[in-house]
């Protein structure tokens, strides 16, 4: 079964909602429940934070059109 490609996400502050861009709400809100500093990359992560990260990265996901 092929796997599904998604679609790829720019990695750059949107002019319609600059800081309050979701990826970067979601950013934040991750480093305040684990107590992790907001400068952190993901990249920088331990293991059990990434793996965390990833999970709550899923809420980004949309659903592609039809």
Request: proline share 9%; aromatic share 8%.
């Amino acid at each position: 079964m092929a796997e599904k490609k998604r679609p790829v996400v720019p990695n750059s502050i949107s002019d319609e909602t600059g800081q309050y861009d979701a990826r970067f709400v979601l950013w934040r809100r991750f480093c305040a429940e684990n107590n992790i500093p907001v400068e952190t990359l993901p990249s920088d992560l331990e293991m059990e934070a990434r793996e965390k990260w990833e999970k709550m990265k899923e809420r980004l996901q949309r659903p592609t059109p039809k």
